[in-house]
């Protein structure tokens, strides 16, 4: 009940005061780690102990019954780092960032055409990888360290079809142009679509298949304005990413997962190819797996390899993680993880924590 009442008091304050809202929630999770960090030599930065916030955020959803069987969607997320007042780990050394960042936050529409949204989102194609990434939002090890494409877009419109044939939910994004370079790497995104993404998805049931496009990605593994994943530490600092800092990439996406009683699969394959010089790809793939060995303990192992032309690179990463879960909104784990670029170790991590969702 308390809850409730309090995601109406920030759906007022936000949204419009004095108006009430219907299903509104406020929800989020705090999620923080202590990490031993080792990083190579020449890295630009020294290794060390470090207590990290893995993508902490809340915010205020929900939705509204309207006329002619519509229904209108809402959310505001924002970011926070609840170790400290600004954005600053091991791997970004710098305050760069004030306490409140914005992340997926839409006003949207919903019927029997499916549902439209518009806002600041993660691409469809983004969407689909978290469906195989085992240790997702966890900053030392999710696939964001791996291959271009983690991508949240500014001035995103989407659209999601309903589930066609009981079988495949298909999503179309794009960029609305502002400006002559939406992007604001050197791409021109004058039209609606220039910049999209698109995807697939197929329920089998206990299995699923995903197929997806990004057109004029930026292809920068970029969070939160700086690029704090491995190939960007090491290859080309701050502001690089898996691909050369500025270069925009056209990316082919496939993932598969299946479920079989305490365990789960998955797989992701993708190729991304640069805009300007097709010569240049980057070709990556990752494979993941899960296994519950009680209702309260899971174990779960990630690897994926990035081969990478336009990168010049090539990159290993493999995980082993525990999770128990201690009640339905609260779970402590421990991680390990450990970075190959062009076979020198680039980066290792041993880390414990605990996650609270509400």
């Known amino acids: 009940m308390k809850k409730h009442l309090l995601a109406l008091a920030v759906s007022a304050v936000v ?14 999770k705090i ?27 809340f915010g205020v959803r929900g939705n509204s019954e309207l ?24 791997l970004i050394p710098l305050p760069v960032i004030d306490l409140f960042t914005l992340r997926n936050s839409f006003l949207g529409f919903e019927g029997g055409f499916g549902t439209i949204r518009a806002g600041r989102m993660d691409t469809p194609l983004r969407e689909m990888g978290f469906m195989v990434d085992q240790f997702q939002d966890q900053l030392y090890a999710d696939k964001f360290n791996l291959m271009a494409g983690e991508w949240r877009a500014d001035n995103a419109i989407q659209y999601a079809t309903p589930k066609l044939a009981d079988l495949v939910t298909v999503t179309v994004g794009t960029v ?35 197929i997806g496009h990004d057109r004029n990605n930026y292809g920068m593994t970029v ?73 309260a303990l899971k174990i779960k192992a990630q690897y994926g390899v990035t081969d990478g032309d336009n990168a010049d690179v090539d990159l290993q990463q493999a995980t082993l993680g525990v ?31 605990a996650e609270h969702r509400f």
């Not at 108006?19 to 406020?26: H, M």
């Not at 519509?70 to 954005?87: C, H, I, M």
């Open 223 to 295: 969070q939160n304005g700086l690029d704090g994943s491995i190939i960007g530490l090491i290859t080309s600092g701050i502001g690089g990413g898996v691909d050369n800092p500025g270069n925009i990439v056209d990316i082919y996406r496939v993932v598969a997962g299946m479920k079989m009683d305490s365990m789960e699969v998955g797989a992701l394959v993708q190729e991304s190819e640069d805009v300007n010089n097709s010569d240049l790809k980057d070709f990556s793939w990752m494979l993941s797996g899960s296994f519950n060995v009680s209702d």
């Open 67 to 90: 006329d002619h069987g519509l229904k209108a969607l809402y959310q505001l997320e924002f970011g926070v780092n609840p170790d400290r007042s600004t954005l600053q780990t091991v």
């Open 15 to 28: 949204v419009a005061p004095g108006v009430a809202l219907a299903s509104s929630d406020f929800y989020g």
């Open 31 to 57: 999620n923080l780690s202590l990490d031993n960090v080792d990083l190579a030599e020449g890295a630009g930065v020294g290794g060390s102990h470090t207590l990290t916030s893995n993508k902490t955020y």
């Open 176 to 210: 609305a142009p502002e400006g002559d370079e939406a992007n604001g790497v050197g791409g021109a995104n004058q039209k609606l679509f220039d910049s999209f993404s698109v995807t697939a998805v197929f329920d089998l049931g206990d299995a699923f298949v995903g």
């Open 323 to 353: 999770d128990y879960r201690l009640g339905a909104q609260t779970r402590t784990y421990a991680y390990a993880t450990r970075a190959e670029l062009d076979g020198d170790r680039a980066l290792a991590v041993v880390g414990i924590g």
